[in-house]
C-alpha cells in the first residue's frame, strides 16, 4: 500500500494535486474538509457542530475529526492505499492515523509538504471565495486565522513524519503541472 500525507497550508493547492495523485496510483483520496463540508450542506448533527469551528478558521475537536476519518477508512477495504489531504493536522491527528493503519498492516509511507508562502495564499484563497461560496475562503481575518492554527498546531506533524524520516517538502508555487510533476517524482523514489 502507498499511503500518502499531502501537507502544507490551507490554499496550498493539495486538494487540486490530489485528484491528479488519485488517478495517477490509484489511491482513495481523504480530504477531511471536503468531509465537513459534506455534512454541513446535509445538516448533519456531525456537520452542525463542524460548522461553528470551521466559520472561525478554528481546527474541528480531534474527537470529532478523527472518528470521521477511521469511518472513512474503514469503509474501503479494498483500497490500495489513500492520499490524506488536510489530515492529520494535530500531533494527536498523527497518532491515530499511527494506529489506524498500524491496525491494518500498513504504515503512513510519506508525508509531502508544499511550500507557499502567507501572501500567496491570502490571494489565492481570497480569489477561491469568489467562486467557492466558502464563508472560511471570504474574510481576510479569518483566512489569516487559519494560516496562524496552521503555523501553531499543524506544522508540528511535519516533524513528527521528519523524526520518522518521512518528511518531504515540494515547491507549491509555479503551473498545476509543474508541480504534479515535482510531487511524482518524490512518490516514484520512495
Ligand atoms: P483549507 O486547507 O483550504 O483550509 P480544508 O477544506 O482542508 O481547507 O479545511 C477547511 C476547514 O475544515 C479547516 O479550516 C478546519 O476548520 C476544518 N478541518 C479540516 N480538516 C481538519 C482536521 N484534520 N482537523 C480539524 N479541523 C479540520
Do not use: C, W
Not at 454541513?40 to 476519518?69: C, F, H, R
Not at 474503514?74 to 488536510?86: L, R, S, V
Not at 501572501?119 to 467557492?132: F, H, P, Q, Y
Amino acid at each position: 500500500m502507498i499511503n500518502l500525507v499531502l501537507f502544507g497550508p490551507p490554499g496550498s493547492g493539495k486538494g487540486t494535486q490530489a485528484d491528479k495523485l488519485v488517478n495517477k496510483y490509484n489511491l482513495i483520496h481523504i480530504s477531511t474538509g471536503d468531509l465537513f463540508r459534506h455534512e454541513m450542506g446535509n445538516n448533519t448533527p456531525l456537520g452542525q457542530k463542524a460548522k461553528s469551528y470551521i466559520a472561525k478558521g478554528e481546527l474541528v475537536p480531534d474527537e470529532v475529526t478523527i472518528g470521521m476519518l477511521r469511518n472513512k477508512v474503514e469503509a474501503h477495504p479494498e483500497a490500495q492505499g489513500f492520499i490524506f489531504d488536510g489530515f492529520p493536522r494535530t500531533i494527536n491527528q498523527a497518532q491515530a492515523l499511527d494506529d489506524l493503519l498500524n491496525e491494518k498492516d500498513t504504515s503512513v509511507s510519506a508525508l509531502i509538504a508544499l511550500q507557499v508562502d502567507d501572501e500567496e495564499i491570502v490571494a489565492r484563497i481570497k480569489l477561491r471565495g469568489v467562486t467557492s461560496g466558502r464563508p472560511d475562503d471570504s474574510d481576510e481575518s479569518i483566512i489569516r486565522n487559519r494560516i496562524e492554527v496552521y503555523k501553531s498546531e499543524t506544522t508540528p506533524v511535519f516533524d513528527y513524519y521528519e523524526e520518522q524520516g518521512k518528511s518531504h517538502q515540494v515547491n507549491g508555487i509555479g503551473s498545476i503541472s509543474g508541480i504534479f510533476e515535482r510531487l511524482t517524482k518524490v512518490i516514484d523514489a520512495l
